[in-house]
């Protein structure tokens, strides 16, 4: 198959005139396909925005006291079962969840864990829906963060990044963040890794196209670059495992990458005896 015919068909600008009806036709026959390598070097100003709907969490809500479970997808299906390893059950501990999106993830977790105290971040739309749910149910040990900036160092025992850190234009600052703030485990889940078979290469920018005629673009991070940050800074790997949510196609990038893989990396720090 000629990859690079088709990864330059769908980085070409005649898939923005062609109509919608023979998108989808197209986005059927190659439904293989997610992602593009692309040249670029920057995500676009303007991606990923995020559709968040009030209504629609007060119904994960209502589910989950009624099905006693979370119903609602994550991008790591085991991240409860997980925490219940490495934290008891009545063990204080401050969890930040950094891009949830969903209220009924924190109702498992505090049905798992009486002491638990969760701080959520993501964007603006997401955070005014939480603050209302909030209000509206009196959470109790539910915290809204707007501005990671303002938290003071070594705050949070865990920080859950679940697929979010490639679709940031300043993934390296929020690294140091929250390399400045962890307190002991760093978990990244649903992320693009690979190895290159170019040593300059340390992120792609690519474009993802399993939404056609949306479009969005996020960043591939070179296994052993993207490490370092946390190597650096006394982190050592606890488990790197491949993530099932979706079984991603990734041999239109074999030309670049040795290997690419959609990675859950659990970092812990290293205490110093």
């Known amino acids: 198959m000629n990859y690079n015919f088709i990864n330059n068909f769908f980085l070409s600008n005649i898939i923005k005139v062609i109509p919608k009806f023979i998108i989808k036709k197209i986005r059927k026959k190659f439904n293989w396909i997610t992602f593009v390598p692309t040249k670029l ?58 891009g949830g999106e969903n209220i009924d993830f924190f109702l498992e977790l505090k049905a798992k864990f009486n002491n638990l105290e969760y701080y959520i971040h993501n964007q603006k739309k997401v955070l005014e829906n939480f603050e209302k749910l909030k209000e509206k149910y009196f959470f109790k040990d539910f915290y809204i963060i707007p501005d990671l900036n303002k938290i003071n160092n070594d705050q949070f025992e865990f920080i859950n990044l679940g697929s979010c850190i490639q679709y940031l234009h300043d993934y390296k600052q929020m690294i140091n963040l929250i390399l400045k703030i962890s307190k002991e485990y760093i978990f990244f889940s649903a992320t693009h890794i690979f190895t290159s078979k170019n040593s300059n290469i340390e992120v792609l920018v690519t474009k993802q196209i399993n939404f056609l005629p949306k479009i969005f673009y996020c960043f591939f991070f070179e296994r052993e670059f993207f490490l370092s940050f946390f190597k650096k800074n006394s982190f050592e790997i606890l488990f790197e495992k491949k993530n099932f949510t979706d079984n991603i196609n990734y041999n239109n990038f074999l030309q670049i990458c040795k290997d690419v893989k959609y990675t859950d990396i659990l970092l812990k720090y290293k205490t110093k005896l």
């Open 41 to 98: 070097n920057y995500l676009p100003a303007e991606n990923h925005p995020i559709v968040h709907c009030f209504g629609e969490q007060e119904k994960y809500l209502k589910d989950f006291y009624k099905f006693k479970e979370q119903t609602s997808k994550m991008t790591c299906p085991y991240l409860i079962q997980f925490l219940s390893t490495i934290f008891e059950s009545n063990k204080k501990f401050k969890l930040l969840d950094i």
